[in-house]
């Protein structure tokens, strides 16, 4: 019997047999993986040491050390000019703030000059002739500001040097034609008291009825009832 198998075996009509591998396919995977790896990290490592031996990596750590340089001075760089850009900006508001209130002074001497040329052309009106008069009045004006309203000016003169102080009064009349007849009216119901040491500026406003025709302004210069000096003025 034994025979019979054995010689059955060795012939043709023998079953087949299969062989199979005794690993399975995940640990040949794993397998495989690990000898890429080993594979690829001997070709780094002879891939690095190929750059060291041919001085490739020195270069570029140096390079690298020069371009963080060359940055580290760039940025410098610009901070300074930051700084400077930014002060001059402050320097330029500054001088413009400067020059906004050196031109508001300006025109406010100008305004200024402007009154004191007006008021020294008033005074050079108002200047005597000639120095015999020892009291007198000057540069008489009146100015209609509306048809009942009048603005008037007069400067009071004692022209003598060391002259005693001057005690008097000052009276102002208007006068001129209300409907047709005679008119006039005074600054005040009564004259005005001055003290005259050197000069006087006064100036007022009269309110004159809206039909008067306005011819005249006198000014009368009294003392003790006693008249020193007058002047009239056409308008």
Sequence with gaps: MRLRLLKRRLTVSAPRVSVRNALSWPLRW?????????????????FE?????????????????????????????LAQAQMVANTSDSLFTAERAAQEQLALQIRQLETDNQALRSDLGFFERLIPGSGNDALSIRGLQAERLS?????????????SKNAPEFKGTL?????????????????AASPQPVVIRSYLR??????????????????????GGAV???QVLKL
């Design 49 to 77: 040491f190929g750059k060291d031996i041919a001085g490739l990596d020195r270069n570029a750590k140096q390079e690298l050390v020069q371009l963080r340089k060359e940055v580290a001075d760039l940025r410098s760089d």
């Design 147 to 159: 048809e009942a309203q009048f603005k008037w000016q007069v400067l009071l003169i004692q022209a």
């Design 30 to 46: 794993l397998l495989g993986a690990l000898v890429l790896g080993f594979s690829g990290a001997i070709a780094l490592w002879a």
């Design 228 to 230: 020193k000096s007058v």
């Design 202 to 223: 006064l100036e007022g406003m009269l309110a004159v009825p809206p039909r008067a025709v306005v011819k005249t302004m006198t000014a009368r210069l009294l003392q």
């Design 171 to 187: 009276d102002i009349v208007f006068a001129g034609v209300l409907d047709g007849k005679p008119w006039t009216q005074s600054q």
